[in-house]
């Protein structure tokens, strides 16, 4: 049976990456693979911080070819027909009413929990396991996204690392980019950086170590939780447009914009900071070096995360480039200070950049998370 219509449900649990996966998957569905893709959202506010033409206020509304509706706390109305897909983004619980639906319809919906990314085992022995419901004829089936064959893989557009080559091989089109953001050319020596991260007072020593540096370093902020710790190396607020400059450093705070042009700022630095689940997956394919500020779990559960995926990472680099990965990495998302992690990694940057180039191509070896979620709905429906 041909499953063209999927149901997509997104909770908003807090910042911007439950419904930046919820929206780059639904664009995948649709764009890709011509399906036919009805988005549900709680939160229409944090939406529209990533993609601005949406209006907020409207219960139902499509955009780039996706039904997108608001999601209530009372659920989606009464006569709403469950899809032949339903995916369940993190785990968020679907509304009983809608479950029943589900039940009611000749042809079962598939129905899909598409979990947090995360490298540990664990997640490889529960990927694609069946869940019976405890009442009704429905089976909810776990979809991990992962880095191995035997995982869900990553969302990755048809095409994109053509695109994307094409751009950071285009110096035209950079220069303009530059201009646009109101920046020179980069100089010679200089690194050009992106920093996307939670609260973090690694934030102002990274900064610092960077404004006494031997090279210029620019740093594109974009507006939100770390800009008070890099306003402290300045000693007075920051804010969207400004630009800021100590020593050797120099800080452009930008406001946030949609997914596709913070996809550019991504290819267009040498190093990029990244945070939570989306911006560190897309930072991955941007081919470039990046340091992750993973999201902050109870019981520190997401260290264990980070050691999983920089164990993966650090195989194919020299292991001093790995040891000092991992080095600055702890001392990232510990808060500690970098000036010494910073100098010890930076001396590995050039391996560290050729691995980063061609780390895309192996997670994609075996296709993306959209090519297996296809694959997986056709084998069990
Ligand atoms: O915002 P995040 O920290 O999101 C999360 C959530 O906290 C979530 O609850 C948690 O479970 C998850 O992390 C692990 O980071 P993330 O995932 O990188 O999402 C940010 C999104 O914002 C991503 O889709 C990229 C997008 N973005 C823009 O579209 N424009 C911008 O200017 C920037 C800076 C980001």
Redesign the pocket.
């Known amino acids: 049976m041909e499953r063209k219509h999927w149901d997509i449900f997104c909770a908003v649990?807090?910042?911007?990456?439950?419904i930046?996966?919820a929206w780059?998957l639904a664009r995948r569905l649709a764009h890709d693979f011509g399906l036919e893709v009805r988005l549900w959202v709680d939160d229409l506010a944090s939406f529209a911080r990533?993609a601005p033409e949406l209006d907020p206020a409207l219960p139902a509304q499509r955009l780039a070819d996706i039904d997108i509706r608001h999601w209530p706390a009372d659920g989606p109305p009464d006569d709403t027909v469950p899809a032949d897909v339903v995916i369940e983004a993190?785990g968020c619980r679907l509304p009983e009413r809608f479950e029943q639906a589900m039940a009611a319809k000749a042809v079962k919906p598939v129905w899909i929990n598409l979990e947090?990314l995360s490298a540990e085992d664990w997640t490889r022995g529960c990927h694609r396991q069946p869940s019976p419901h405890p009442r009704l004829p429905l089976t909810k089936h776990f979809f991990f996204p992962g880095f191995g064959a035997d995982t869900g893989g990553l969302i990755c557009e048809q095409g994109l690392l053509d695109v994307r080559r094409q751009w950071q091989d285009d110096a035209l089109a950079r220069c303009a980019y530059w201009q646009l953001l109101e920046l020179p050319e980069p100089a010679a020596n200089e690194w050009r950086v992106s920093l996307?991260a939670?609260e973090n007072p690694a934030v102002t020593s990274l900064l610092a170590a960077w404004a006494l540096g031997e090279r210029p370093v620019t740093c594109l902020l974009?507006e939100?939780k770390a800009l008070p710790d890099a306003a402290r190396v300045f000693g007075h607020p920051l804010r969207a447009g400004m630009l800021a400059r100590q020593g050797q450093l120099t800080v452009k705070v930008?406001p946030?914009?949609?997914?596709d042009?913070?996809d550019l700022l991504l290819w267009s630095c040498d190093l990029n900071l990244?945070?939570?689940?989306?911006?560190?997956v897309?930072a991955q394919w941007a081919g470039r070096p990046f340091l992750w500020h993973i999201?902050p779990q109870d019981d520190d559960a997401h260290l264990a995360k980070l050691d999983a995926f920089l164990s993966q990472y650090g195989a194919a680099l020299p292991v001093g480039a790995a040891q000092a990965l991992t080095a600055a990495s702890h001392a990232w998302n510990h808060g500690a200070d970098m000036a010494a992690a910073w100098t010890e990694l930076a001396a590995w940057l050039p391996a560290w950049r050729e691995h980063a180039a061609i780390w895309p191509e192996k997670l994609l070896a075996d296709g993306d998370l959209g090519d297996r979620l296809l694959h997986f709905v056709r084998e069990i429906g």
């Not at 990244?274 to 560190?280: A, L, Q, T």
């Open positions: 649990v807090d910042n911007y990456g439950d930046g996966v780059r990533i993190f947090y996307f939670y974009p939100g930008l946030m914009t949609d997914q042009s913070y990244v945070r939570g689940e989306d911006s560190f897309r999201y």
